[in-house]
């Protein structure tokens, strides 16, 4: 058993799935024609793509900069030149039940803190292509999880570093390497929700959509948590093609940094690509297909985006199935509908000169749909299909350059074919498909300082909770 694990997991670090920053930096290298050096001769990655730090100028006055503290009279660029990057950013986010849930009237405040350091080792002259990443969250106040009474969390940002406020943990620290064939290589402990199913216009839980539903693919919860060990590797065929992977440990979770039964003895791979196509005009979509397995007992695998777990918090003492293995299929899509002309302008005049955001510099201006979809076997996943879509925006106003918005939906798909007659019995008395709508819009009072206002209309996967409405607003800081 033990000889089968560690050749599934040679396998798989050569058929590896994820990246997100990794896939950025993957379609730089494709058009590089050159490399990037600082003036020691080492190449350096946030040379090739200043996106993989969340800020790459941190000049500017207070109305302009990307940052509420700035430059910090002259240092902190200069820190950020010689290789060494310190951010923060602060989430709070204030819900209400409208009506509905389980308990109408009833609202709660919750933050998340989320800073870190990133030590380019070319500028820094240790060695050439590599980027260290260290990232803590710090989570205050409460949740809205229990009184809503849904599946899927209606503030994403709640989940980290775990459900439960109020919580530090460590949630990231790798590194990313590039190699002469332009691969790029991550390993160590990461978020995975950072990297998975990247989305323009519907994966940024600070400044987009709250639900985690909108944000990410729920599903793939079912297969690993929010920190956990991996190994990425994405390799740049062209302009419009990358391939990419990764192996994981899918027991790995937050708040605990061991494993039990050690690192690895269990083992989750996948393999996928990234394509890139324009429509004319500047038009860019990307389609992400992803095949994802896992070794572990899918009963076992606590799934981190549903913080009320329904194989054991609703439908105890009935005994839960267990599978020792599990998969799945997952695309994620997004098309550019319409940009303003000042953007094809811009992108024309300055394409190898991204946003100093890294996060605007992803979703550039103007308006675009996004799709997601998931799949699992249903005799072994007990919500075994996931799909959603919508259309989101930035920058449709000239005078409102940063501002975003958008409205989808999602929906959850209970499997009829899960465990034995007890369990399925009653999880068909206590269970149902979810479904949901949400709409946003994200005030960019700066662009460091920005405040959302959020609606979301559930008909929740839970039975014996009333149709949801749950209003919010968001303010987002970047330090």
Do not use: C
């Not at 920053?21 to 793509?49: D, F, R």
């Amino acid at each position: 058993m033990m000889f089968n694990k560690i050749v599934l997991l040679i396998l798989s670090f050569f058929f590896l799935f994820i990246a997100a920053p990794g896939t950025m930096l993957a379609q730089e290298a494709a058009k590089a024609e050159g490399t990037p050096k600082k003036g020691n001769g080492m190449m350096s990655l946030t040379k090739v793509a200043p996106v993989l730090t969340p800020i790459s100028d941190y000049t500017g006055d207070i109305r302009n900069r990307f940052t509420l503290f700035g430059d910090i009279g002259g240092e902190r660029q200069k820190l950020y030149e010689r290789g060494v990057t310190f951010d923060a950013m602060f989430t709070q986010v204030y819900q209400g039940i409208a009506s509905g849930g389980k308990k109408d009237d009833t609202g709660e405040y919750q933050g998340l803190f989320e800073y870190g350091v990133t030590l380019d080792t070319g500028k820094l002259g240790v060695w050439p292509g590599g980027l260290i990443v260290a990232n803590a969250y710090t989570s205050v106040g409460n949740t809205l999880f229990e009184d809503a009474g849904n599946l899927s969390p209606v503030n994403f940002n709640a989940l980290l570093p775990t459900p439960d406020p109020s919580r530090t943990f460590l949630m990231e620290y790798y590194l990313t390497q590039a190699l002469p064939t332009k691969t790029i290589v991550t390993i160590g402990r990461l978020n995975p929700s950072n990297f998975l199913d990247r989305s323009r216009f519907a994966n940024d839980r600070r400044s987009q959509f709250l639900n985690a539903a909108m944000d990410n693919n729920v599903l793939i919860g079912s297969f690993l948590s929010f920190s956990t060990y991996a190994g990425l590797v994405v390799q740049p065929v062209n302009e419009h093609l990358s391939v990419y992977g990764a192996v994981f440990d899918p027991t790995a979770a937050p708040p605990d940094y061991g494993v039990e039964g050690g690192l690895f003895s269990d083992v989750g791979s996948g393999a996928g690509g990234e394509i890139r196509w324009e429509l004319g005009d500047g038009l860019g979509g990307t389609l992400n297909p992803v095949f994802i397995y896992s070794n572990k007992d899918t009963a076992e695998v606590d799934n981190p985006f549903f913080p009320i777990d329904p194989q054991t918090d609703i439908t105890l003492p009935i005994e839960v199935p267990s599978y020792s293995d599990n998969w799945g299929v997952i695309f994620t899509l997004d098309q550019y509908l319409w940009k303003p002309e000042r953007a094809k302008k811009a992108q024309g005049a300055a394409a190898d000169r991204p946003s100093p955001s890294a996060a605007f510099a992803f979703q550039e201006p103007g308006i675009g749909l996004f799709a997601r979809f998931g799949y699992t076997p249903d005799d072994r996943n007990l919500y075994y299909m996931y799909a959603s879509g919508g259309i989101g925006a930035r920058g449709v106003f000239q005078s409102r350059p940063y501002d975003r918005f958008g409205i989808g939906a999602y929906t959850l798909i209970k499997s009829d074919d899960f465990g034995s007659d007890g369990f399925g019995k009653l999880a068909d008395v206590l269970l149902e498909d979810e479904v949901g709508l949400e709409a946003y819009y994200n005030l960019a009072l700066t662009p460091a300082v920005q405040l959302s206002f959020d609606v979301q209309w559930i008909d929740p996967g839970i039975k014996s909770t009333d149709n949801t409405v749950v209003l919010g607003t968001r303010l987002f800081i970047q330090f």
